[in-house]
């Protein structure tokens, strides 16, 4: 069972920054896309981000045009450790945010973290 463990979610005001992490097991991070997903109350699981194994000769990013801008994800191979940064926070991100890692057609997610962006 592949564990993907999620933090840093929580209650911020409009225009405010958060910044999500996701530990994947060493074994199958490196090797992974990583990326990050979001559902709100009522919608489908959508895509934020995606950023691409540094085992190519460089990470390729890619983003919603929603966050576009204002959102950054970033992975650090040494911990194992895949990075959302969030800024200029809109109350339309409101959301449980879900890790995933796709490998070798396999897809592993995170429990999800509640991110509420609220005045």
């Known amino acids: 069972q592949v564990q993907l463990v999620e933090s840093g979610g929580g209650l911020v005001q409009p225009g405010g920054s958060l910044r999500l992490s996701c530990a994947a097991p060493?074994?199958?991070?490196?090797?992974?896309?990583m990326g990050w997903y979001r559902q709100a109350p009522g919608k489908q699981r959508e895509l934020v981000a995606t950023?691409?194994?540094?085992?190519?000769?460089?990470?390729?990013?890619n983003y919603a045009d929603s966050v576009k801008g204002r959102f950054t994800i970033s992975r650090d191979n040494a911990k194992n450790t895949a990075y959302l940064q969030m800024n200029s926070l809109k109350p339309e991100d409101t959301a449980v945010y879900y890790c995933?890692?796709?490998?070798?057609?396999?897809?592993?997610w995170g429990q999800g973290t509640q991110v509420t962006v609220s005045s």
């Open positions: 995933n890692s796709r490998i070798l057609g396999k897809n592993y």
């Open positions: 060493r074994n199958i991070f490196a090797f992974s896309i």
């Open positions: 950023i691409t194994s540094d085992t190519a000769s460089s990470s390729t990013t």
